[in-house]
């Protein structure tokens, strides 16, 4: 249940040091966490959409090693962690393509919100799914 | 009818050419736009709320002469050029404060669009508040 | 000399309508040009590093038909209209997946700028590849 | 040594659940420490021209409790919460204008890095202007 994708880093994405801006990983960790679960055979649009659930990042740590530099071609490596009923968290290695020491790497908890913006229960598809990924063959 | 309005560029706003990313003028227009109608007495946001109408951008112009550098204080310079029933078009000048040449100039046109997406007529509110801003005393 | 590559839509590409930001389409501009031009053999890296040049956005035009949505898998196509010794003009569309009418439009020209900040000829290396590109075989 | 300035939510800041989207609080963040250091006396740019010293960070923890619309006038509140020869820790909270519990909390904790890309001890001006805000009068 690991996920790995690439991307490429443009100049939109860095700042005047010649490096991806900190603030830019976070939406990396957003494409590696969302290509996971569809790989899991779920979309967060399917999420919300049907079941009305969105989840929301309450949690985000982030540790800079390294920098990544423009038109490097990144992989970005997501697991989930841990979950519950009612959060999970997804750990994401940012690495410069080719390389074996991340650059950069964090976690996010992630927790369910209903369409009143409470606190909810993930949805049973969701954490169905999970559950049939982690299950021995 | 004319607004003005200062920002300080970040370095989130920058990119490896240590100058503003040419997207992140759009972000500028959409503050001067904003506050040129809030200062007429109207926001965006009540638009969306109470009239149900949302005012998207159809059209965008720029023409960059020159670069905002970082940690520059920059002079967003709003005018409404022109307007109809069903649409506002802005005009926007960016200066590097205390000088007279703009840096980046360019023109939004936005078109009213109800909630089905839709084209829709701009909200009387927002008409008639442009027609008293442009009545003679 | 036309190239296509696909993006998907993140929540950080997206605004309060749902929709893409109007400023973010100029993100998908700059992949469309920059993976045009390494299809032909050349990299804006190479161009900055090499050859001290950077290839400067001095216009772009946008027209906004439809919005894209969130986790929508678009196309950017991108083409060089016209160049000459000084400028580049790329002209971009972006599809949604499977669809035949654009979204969105545009165009950007570029011009060469040197380390000291004044307008340069284009580098040969560009403008012999270009002009190779555009040979009968 | 505690820093207060205000921001408006733009469009460009939400993404499609209508709330700031959660990389974008970085960029708060930036403003805040930016601004505080200003008040204080120093410029990031200053010392990144004169002394050739970056302040990269090198770790960042958000804990977001609640959601930033579109439109709110938020507070950035920043202080600086640790620092020793290396490294500043600013700790800042995001509120909405007039509330009393923080929408969003975090730590950055900025090193010194030269033009090497090496860790570098921090520039003596700015240990020198942070001892001095903390000494008694």
């Given at each position: 249940m690991k996920h790995r994708m690439k991307v490429r880093v443009i100049y939109g994405d860095t700042d005047k040091a010649g490096v991806v801006y900190y603030a830019n990983y976070l939406?990396?960790?957003e494409m590696g966490r969302?290509?996971?679960l569809r790989e899991l055979g779920l979309t967060y649009r399917e999420l919300e959409d049907k079941?009305?659930?969105?989840?929301a990042v309450v949690e985000a740590n982030l540790r800079y090693h390294a920098s990544a530099h423009y038109d490097d071609l990144?992989?970005?490596?997501?697991?989930?962690?841990k979950f519950d009923k009612i959060s999970?968290?997804?750990?994401?290695l940012i690495f410069r393509k080719g390389e074996d020491k991340p650059l950069v790497e964090g976690t996010c908890r992630l927790a369910g919100v209903?369409?009143?913006g409470k606190l909810a229960k993930l949805?049973?598809?969701l954490t169905q799914v999970i559950n049939d990924s982690l299950?021995?063959?």
């Amino acid at each position: 249940m690991k996920h790995r994708m690439k991307v490429r880093v443009i100049y939109g994405d860095t700042d005047k040091a010649g490096v991806v801006y900190y603030a830019n990983y976070l939406r990396y960790f957003e494409m590696g966490r969302t290509e996971l679960l569809r790989e899991l055979g779920l979309t967060y649009r399917e999420l919300e959409d049907k079941d009305g659930v969105i989840l929301a990042v309450v949690e985000a740590n982030l540790r800079y090693h390294a920098s990544a530099h423009y038109d490097d071609l990144l992989v970005i490596e997501t697991t989930l962690e841990k979950f519950d009923k009612i959060s999970l968290t997804f750990k994401t290695l940012i690495f410069r393509k080719g390389e074996d020491k991340p650059l950069v790497e964090g976690t996010c908890r992630l927790a369910g919100v209903n369409s009143a913006g409470k606190l909810a229960k993930l949805p049973k598809k969701l954490t169905q799914v999970i559950n049939d990924s982690l299950a021995p063959i």
